[in-house]
């Protein structure tokens, strides 16, 4: 599947990766322009745990970002109304997110994805991130 407009988890906002990704998926789909296929894991999987990761809640950044701004104005909201984590934090939110999928939990999760979108032959791709750059073509 291929979904215009969205950035790779791998893009960083404040050096954290998936955020700006997020603030693309509630953006399209405000602007009912957000593959259909998308709209059911708004505010789930790695969204949800982006705003645990910054102590804000879903339905807040949503309304923020639709105020407009920035993606760096957004992030500093979120410092602001939940937390600014420190920059091993961060560190730790980084690696464990690009690494999802690769000898953890999700492993048979990822493989399943993998089996459902026809790559299983795909051997190189051992994350989540990777999958979806995979199935959004920038792989």
Not at 91 to 120: C, I, P, T, Y
């Amino acid at each position: 599947m291929h979904a215009l407009n969205l950035r790779s988890p791998h893009a960083t906002t404040g050096d954290i990766v998936h955020f700006p990704r997020m603030l693309d998926k509630i953006r399209l789909h405000a602007q009912a322009a957000l593959p259909q296929d998308y709209v059911a894991n708004l505010g789930e999987g790695f969204d949800l745990r982006c705003v645990h990761f910054l102590h804000v809640t879903y339905e807040a950044l949503v309304a923020r970002v639709l105020e407009g701004g920035s993606d760096e104005e957004i992030l500093a909201w979120c410092f602001e109304h939940g937390k600014q984590p420190s920059s091993e934090e961060i560190e730790v939110w980084n690696e464990f997110m690009r690494k999802r999928g690769w000898n953890d939990a999700g492993s048979a999760r990822l493989a399943e994805r993998l089996h459902e979108a026809g790559f299983q032959d795909r051997t190189e791709i051992h994350t989540f991130f990777d999958f979806i750059d995979l199935d959004e073509g920038r792989r």
